[in-house]
């Protein structure tokens, strides 16, 4: 599932980086910000008032589109955060959901929101984690330099391939 360590090239950012210790952005409590505005009433900044969340996350854009050569189509860097399977879903639903990584014509489509991860020494999370694709966020491109320096794995091109196929569908489904 991941790359060995002298296989991963820690210079780039790539689709299916995982990165630890960034603070996940992907689901904001509209009610918990706080709007901040001017003696005239113009709005000039805005803060949340919640504890921060970090964790580790996934990189899902495009490695052509992180690039750092392309200035024009590198805009900002898609990530995904990573939970522990422990605590996204009752034990019962753990096998449905580690088996939905691999869709073909006769899977149902269950579990398209999750992308699980085998456990890995470099990972804290004992019997797997899972990619949440429906808390996906967006950082800007000067945000790369710090991200890269967060990098600790690399999924292999196979495991990228199921997760770009699984993203795929949980963003196109109909219902």
Known sequence: ??????????????????????????AINLGAINIVTNFKGEQVSWSVSNKPNFSHVIVLSHSCEI???NKVKMTGIILAPIRDLNNASPDEKIEDIIKSNYINETSE??????FFL???????YRIGAIVDLSKCFSV????????????????????????????????HRDK
């Open 140 to 171: 800007r491109k000067n945000s790369f330099d710090i991200l890269l320096t967060h990098k600790v794995l690399q999924i292999k091109s196979e495991t990228l391939w199921h997760l770009s196929f699984k993203t795929a569908l949980y963003f």
């Open 1 to 26: 599932m991941y790359l060995e360590k002298q296989e991963t090239d820690f210079t780039i950012l790539n689709q299916g980086d995982i990165l630890e210790g960034i603070q996940i952005l992907g």
């Open 67 to 69: 690039d750092q050569s």
């Open 109 to 114: 489509y269950s579990y398209l929101k999750y």
């Open 118 to 124: 085998e456990p890995h020494e470099y990972l804290p």
